[in-house]
């Protein structure tokens, strides 16, 4: 099996992940309200609004799709300029309060890009059979069947087997101590997968499974899912890179602050977030006068609701705005 989350983590171990995690911002170190931005350069454009390589895109599912799977759909919407597919996020998506919303994104082919939206969304109702794993406290009975590597099931159960390991250890920061879950981390067996061709379900021919020096115990049962449906549209845009650059800037830029009329308490707020330190503004709840003012003008605070309406932190990314001399993305973070 390929090299995995849980497999990275034991080889990281704890100074490692906390290299990685150094200087990342987190709701205990923010107050209620936190303004953040960073100077955006789109003398080029690339990530994450150009997909170089649209099959890198993950399927919303713990299984990836085929690339197969993806340069077919890719193909319609090149041929006929739409395609429906379900659980394919082709069109990036910020999180956006409690819900998330369109990225734009484009897409280049034989030399000519393009910009791809979203044209309709659907959530639909699907019954699909899942597989995951319990840790085991204790090692099993002597006499239980146990699947041990390498594991005797085909490519597809190896990738499904594979994925349900990495589930349990989902969320595990390689130093904190394990996870805790309300339910079981399971693997949904997707259009992209044959559970009709599957041993995993309904009955995996072992009771446990033994992996490095942990027990654990699969189950497999059916689960009623929502599954999102997505059409993409295309339209051409350029034929080089200097004409795409110029209108893909246009895209991304969604309002220009300077002509918004700000008052300077207003105007203070932006500029403490785009200052070099600490390139943010904080404040305690209830909001200031002056960062709903400066709220308003970048778009976020006709969707931001009272604080005491949210449980958990929010946040509101990637607003990408002209302001003084530069072009700057704003993320607010909300705090309860």
């Known amino acids: 099996m390929p090299c995995s989350r849980r497999r990275a983590l034991r080889l990281l171990g704890a100074a490692a992940a906390t290299a990685a995690t150094a200087g990342c911002l987190n709701s205990g170190s923010l107050d209620s309200y936190a303004l953040i931005a960073d100077e955006l350069d789109l003398s080029s454009v690339g990530r994450p ?78 019954e699909r059979w899942h597989f995951g794993l319990e840790r085991l406290d204790e090692a099993p009975p002597d006499d239980a069947a146990v699947a041990r590597e390498p594991f005797d099931l085909s490519d597809q159960d190896e ?52 992996y490095g020096d942990e027990f654990f115990r699969p189950v497999a049962e059916r689960r009623t899912v929502e599954v999102p449906e997505w059409t993409y549209a295309i339209t051409e845009i350029a034929d080089s890179r200097g004409e795409f650059v110029a209108s893909a800037r246009d895209a991304i830029i969604e309002r220009d602050l300077n002509e918004a009329g700000l008052s300077e308490p207003a105007a203070g707020v932006l500029d403490d977030a785009i200052a070099e330190e600490p390139r943010r503004y904080e404040e305690g709840a209830p909001p200031s006068e002056k960062l709903d003012e400066a709220l308003g003008a970048l778009g976020i605070a006709e969707d931001l609701e009272p604080i005491a309406n949210y449980e958990d932190r929010v946040d509101f990314r990637n607003v990408v705005v002209e302001y003084r001399d530069g072009v700057y993305r704003f993320d607010l973070i909300v705090s309860p």
Do not use: C
């Open 49 to 126: 609004y150009l997909r170089s390589d649209p099959t890198a895109v993950d399927a919303t599912t713990r299984v990836d799709f085929a690339t197969e799977t993806k340069e077919a759909s890719l193909s319609e919407l090149f041929e006929t300029g739409s395609v429906t597919v379900r659980q394919w996020p082709l069109v990036g998506r910020d999180r956006w309060g409690t819900e998330t919303r369109p990225r734009p994104t484009f897409l280049e082919r034989d030399g000519t890009f393009y910009e791809v939206r979203i044209t309709d969304e659907r959530r639909l109702e699907r």
């Open 159 to 210: 990738r499904v087997l594979d994925a349900a390991l990495d589930a349990v250890y989902a969320g595990h920061d390689g130093f904190l101590g394990d996870p805790e879950f309300d339910e079981l981390q399971a693997v949904e067996f997707h259009h992209g997968l044959d559970a009709g061709a599957s041993a995993l379900v309904p009955s995996p021919p072992f009771e446990f499974v033994e």
